[in-house]
């Protein structure tokens, strides 16, 4: 499954620009998706050096590297609809802005990681 996380709001507390301490789960969830081969794609407004400052703190937390791609598309994705459009093409969007947004918990409910 292709899963796109938003980072300010979602994965950390919003301090926009600065960078919010990690909302409680968040950090370890993105782990476990990783761990059971979801794709995860960091989905954020940041650019230029507000993108930099975010990918220096998911560094910090540990979890750099359990993103596939920064804003960007995987391969499949374009070559299914043989275009690169703005919005990101997931199967799953996790965001605070999003209807029915519960957080980390809901997450971990609907992939089975309660409890873990």
């Known amino acids: 499954m292709i899963i796109a996380i938003d980072f300010d709001g979602t994965i950390c507390a919003d301090a926009w620009p600065e960078i919010g301490e ?4 968040s950090v370890e969830t ?7 081969g979801h794709t995860l ?9 507000n993108l ?7 560094q ?7 993103f596939h791609y920064v804003n960007e598309h995987p391969p499949e994705q374009i070559a299914k609809y043989c275009t690169y459009p703005r919005k990101i093409g997931a199967d799953l969007y996790i965001d605070d802005r999003s209807v029915g947004w519960q957080g980390w918990a809901q997450v971990r409910e609907r992939f089975g990681l309660e409890g873990k």
């Open 22 to 25: 990690p909302i409680p789960d």
């Open 30 to 36: 993105v782990r476990e998706l990783h761990s059971a």
């Open 41 to 49: 794609i960091l989905w954020t407004c940041r650019s230029g050096e």
């Open 52 to 58: 930099q400052n975010a990918l220096f703190a998911l």
């Open 60 to 66: 910090c937390w540990g979890i750099r590297d359990c």
